[in-house]
């Protein structure tokens, strides 16, 4: 099994244990009281790699430096497990104070009191649409712990060695993006295509939003109809006949790869859609310098295509904390500290604090500070926030992938294909 196969396993594992253990969640329990001393102990869950525990020990340790009266216990693993461990502590009245949290499932949490409400982290000098993204039902449950956007990247190699330009990426349409992939595709040798999918949620929701839809509602529900994703599914079908993108089975195999041997990555797609944190590991991989691209919009302007800022993860905290002015001034030191900032850097993302995004911007490496670059330049072409996903949005998504691959096959038309994903979406979203 990949690693993404097993991720997308443990995740949806993770997603029912936490609609059955998180209702077990009452009063009492929680960390510690106080010391005798007043020193308060607080408990701090993350995921990641080696890489990052001894970077985020590095954030502990420089914290309790300032305050020598808290001190932060951490509890750490991959993100395999990490789901199955916090739904676990949930249920049994022992969660952690401070949470390292996904937007997956940050609304499941916030949704059955497992989370404290952030009044008291300063979030004045975050982008509001960056600050909206922990909230659900308009109350602070989360801080963004880092910043990504969605971007097409492209290897310039691959794209002059087929003596096709690139049009400005801000002003080129959808059309104009199949039109140029396709034109990559037919003057390119050697198995290399203009683009690689385009089908993920990320491209799905940009194009929802650039037509005043959203894949999901702030009230959990489908932001769009049936007519909505058939025309979704008709560009599908535009890319695929254009030979915009690969053939289905090598896009299927693609997306199952790690990502240092998807096309991208091995120099056989001039384009691809990606989270802007991501350009690094990809850069280095191919060997190339890739850069940064705005996705398309449909009116050719830069704001049309109502672009919009991911979490790469969040900090939040347990509602059963006994401490909630030291967790959340632990959380205001995690997001708004610059030397918090200089020690994490792009770890889990762009700092969301704009000025901690200036400040350690000497300090990144070329392509975390090109996407820090990045990052800034748009904040002026946002569209509104993307609301928090409901339960069950993993599986909705990947039955909107499923019925793209069925028109990129063939199988199915992109009417038939729409039909037959709503109907299976509403199932699950009830």
Excluded at 65 to 75: D, F, H, S, W
Excluded at 119 to 145: C, N, P, R, S
Excluded at 159 to 177: I, K, M, N, Q, R
Excluded at 259 to 270: E, H, I, S, Y
């Amino acid at each position: 099994m990949s690693i993404r196969a097993r991720k997308k396993f443990a995740a949806k594992v993770a997603a029912a244990a936490v609609a059955a253990a998180i209702t077990l969640t009452g009063c009492g329990g929680g960390s510690q009281q106080a010391a005798s001393d007043g020193t308060v102990t607080l408990r701090f869950s993350w995921w990641g790699s080696d890489v990052r525990h001894k970077m985020t020990q590095k954030l502990i340790d420089a914290f309790e430096a300032k305050n020598p009266n808290i001190k932060i216990e951490g509890e750490y693993g991959d993100w395999s497990g990490y789901w199955d461990k916090l739904a676990t502590q949930v249920a049994s009245q022992d969660a952690p104070d401070v949470i390292q949290m996904d937007a997956a499932y940050l609304g499941e949490y916030a949704e059955r009191g497992a989370l404290l409400e952030l009044k008291d982290v300063d979030l004045g000098k975050f982008d509001q649409a960056v600050a909206d993204a922990g909230k659900v039902e308009g109350k602070q449950y989360a801080v963004t712990a880092g910043v990504n956007a969605q971007v097409v990247l492209a290897n310039p190699a691959l794209v002059a060695a087929s003596g096709v330009t690139l049009p400005d990426d801000t002003t080129w349409t959808w059309d104009e993006y199949n039109k140029t992939a396709a034109a990559i595709t037919e003057n390119s040798k050697g198995g290399v295509y203009g683009s690689g999918a385009v089908s993920g949620d990320a491209p799905m929701n940009l194009w929802f939003r650039q037509h005043g839809k959203s894949l999901f509602t702030a009230d959990g529900k489908l932001g769009f109809d049936e007519n909505d994703l058939t025309g979704w599914y008709e560009y599908q079908a535009e890319l695929r006949d254009s030979k915009a993108v690969p053939p289905a089975s090598v896009m299927t195999e693609d997306v199952t790869a790690s990502v240092d041997q998807q096309g991208l990555a091995t120099n056989r797609f001039a384009l691809a859609w990606y989270w802007s944190n991501q350009l690094g590991a990809l850069a280095k991989a191919s060997g190339q310098a890739l850069e940064i691209h705005r996705p398309p919009s449909t009116d050719g302007t830069a704001a049309g295509a109502k672009q919009f800022y991911k979490s790469s993860q969040f900090w939040s905290a347990s509602s059963r904390t006994k401490h909630p002015a030291e967790v959340q001034k632990f959380i205001d030191f995690l997001s708004n500290s610059v030397e918090a900032g200089e020690i994490a850097l792009a770890d889990r993302g762009i700092p969301g604090n704009s000025e901690v995004r200036t400040a350690v911007l000497p300090k990144l490496t070329p392509e975390d500070a090109a996407t820090a670059k990045f990052i800034d330049e748009i904040s002026s072409e946002l569209g509104d926030a993307v609301p928090v996903p409901p339960a069950g949005s993993s599986s909705v998504v990947e039955a909107f992938g499923r019925y793209a691959m069925e028109v990129h096959f063939n199988r199915m038309s992109p009417a038939d294909a729409a039909k037959k994903a709503m109907d299976e979406a509403k199932s699950t979203l009830g």
